[in-house]
């Protein structure tokens, strides 16, 4: 891993800061901008994980059983990975700020709506389309905070945008689901939607005028996806970050049955993943900015033995608590990948950088569904651990089959990028 090239080493491509959008016109305050980016992520953040902790409720409430209702989840996930390329794609041309404030406008609406679903099939529907400017969202968002950056600090600032998705984890979602307890699960909806409106407000103030970039239109969007390294990256995401979910998504039940943990206490371990979620996000997004490609690779072995871990670890409520910490801090690689997408997306930045989410997306529904194979198949609840590991290796296969194609195309066109 160590030989791996440094992403700086690439060339033009990866300087998106100065050519992917145009300057601001006047002075920005850059924490202030990054501030306004993350409470937008803060509200989808609260939003997406809130209802797995009041499918009870809904269930209830709608008439139908919890699994059917968990559909709701699936619902919404759907609807980032096809909205994120969609609407990246349609949308290609428009001004940076009106673009993430439509965006965001789309999805206080459909929480809104949403807490007014009057049944199980218009709930998911409006959970899919609530679903669909998330992934947009954030690739546009991490576009614009990497261009107001300054020089060094492209990985830190995708970082803090990303750390008000993290951050939601620890604290939007603990309040959200209080209100849904105390007033209904719709209350969590309206809460959503009003932090959604707040973060409207910011983007008007505080995030500048920029254009998008010159030339920009959905055929050349598009072209991201002729790009091998694009590709590459996206595997990684998708498979080799599978693993904590495959892990989390069970982590409830494998701590009560296998380490003995009293359900008053799932709480606890539970924000602990949301600590070790707002740690790794800190800690990745630093790491990235001195050695991208070094830091890819090292995250996903580190990823690999934290989950290997998990199977041994979870026999113990400390040791399981701890190692749930450990789990959490996985989605360190999380900043490193959106800027490794923007530095191998050329000309095609929104589409790249809005697919990453989509790339999530997809590694929650694969890890959720492999370690629920493996739990079927009478491995155990600490199977999961084994199959996160596995997930990471097979990330730290493509990550090297990535480095080699990169390799092979600069020694034919000198350059990294293998077209």
Known sequence: ???????????ADTDISSSALSAPTRPVNFLRAVLALGVGGFAIGTGEFVIMGLLPEV??????????AGHVISAYALGVVIGAPVLAVLAAGWRRRALLIALMAIFAAGNFASAMAPGYMSLNLLRFATGLPHGTYFGVAALVAATLAPPGRRARAVGLVMLGLTGATLVGVPIAAWLGQLFGWRAAFVFVGVIALIAVALLRRDIPDL????????????????RKQVWFTLGIGAIGFGGMFSVFSYIKPTLIEVAGLPLGGVPFVLALFGLGMVTGNLVGSRLADKSLMRTIGGLLVYAALVLAMFTFAAHNVFTAAFNVFLIGTTVAIGPALQIRLMDVAGDAQTLAAALNHSAFNMANALGAWLGGVAIAAGLGWTSTGWVGALLALAG??????????????????????AT
């Open 396 to 417: 730290i296969g493509i990550f090297g089959w990535a480095v080699m194609s990169a390799r092979a195309g600069a020694r034919q066109g000198g350059r990294l990028e």
């Open 59 to 68: 269930a209830r409430d709608i008439a139908v059983s919890i699994p059917q």
């Open 211 to 226: 254009a998008a970039p010159a030339g920009a239109s959905p055929w050349r969007e598009l072209g991201a996806l002729k």
């Open 1 to 11: 891993m160590n030989a791996s090239p440094p992403v700086h080493d690439t060339g």
